[in-house]
T-cell receptor
């Protein structure tokens, strides 16, 4: 069974701090998607990474896919209150498996 | 505007009273799915549909039914709701169900079964 573990589960920081959240597995994924979910809303896609070692940047957010495609990280520079939310990672199966495997999420609170 | 629309946003009902949660998407997506989200358990897929008249069970299908008579609509039916189905439900759609195709989620339906 493929599993995705996200850490930390909860994170509360002050505005302006940097942070990194992790998404780890013992399984290989063909791709890794990161979503952000705000209270009262559905998850919204931030980025998809597909190549081992790939790094993508979205303003102050930097996403990296591990070389072996088993893990990923999300780094936020100078966090702002608007970054508050639940960050979810979802892995796409290798081969013909089309199902997404979801992590439980990292709940981030950025305090002014 | 491209979107997935769920209704209702909030629903309180009693055990055994049949209910339907509607979902509609305007992006001509082939693939639609239903998830429930519970604290400590994350997002779990209930049912999915790869196209009209093609549906299949996800990870937690017990107590739920779906239908896909039209491409844009994918209602979730609870024939006899029970308290353990109290949850936050999301409908999602994407193109062709590909492993790299991003999911577009609705804004959720918070269901309470007493």
């Amino acid at each position: 069974t493929q599993l995705l573990e996200q850490s930390p589960q909860f994170l509360s920081i002050q505005e302006g701090e940097n942070l990194t959240v992790y998404c780890n597995s013992s399984s290989v994924f063909s791709s890794l998607q990161w979503y952000r979910q705000e209270p009262g809303e559905g998850p919204v896609l931030l980025v998809t990474v597909v190549t081992g070692g790939e790094v993508k940047k979205l303003k102050r957010l930097t996403f990296q896919f591990g070389d072996a495609r088993k893990d990923s990280s999300l780094h936020i520079t100078a966090a702002q209150p608007g970054d508050t939310g639940l960050y979810l990672c979802a892995g796409g199966g290798a081969g013909n498996n089309r199902k997404l495997i979801w992590g439980l999420g990292t709940s981030l609170a950025v305090n002014p | 505007e491209a979107q997935v629309t769920q209704n209702p946003r909030y629903l309180i009902t009693v055990t055994g009273k049949k209910l339907t949660v509607t979902c509609s998407q305007n992006m001509n997506h082939e693939y639609m799915s239903w998830y429930r989200q519970d604290p400590g358990l994350g997002l779990r897929q209930i049912y999915y549909s790869m196209n009209v008249e093609v549906t299949d069970k996800g990870d937690v299908p017990e107590g739920y039914k779906v239908s896909r008579k039209e491409k844009r609509n994918f209602p979730l039916i609870l024939e006899s709701p029970s308290p353990n189905q109290t949850s936050l439900y999301f409908c999602a759609s994407n193109r062709a169900g590909g492993k790299n195709s991003p999911l577009h989620f609705g804004n959720g339906t918070r269901l309470t079964v007493t």
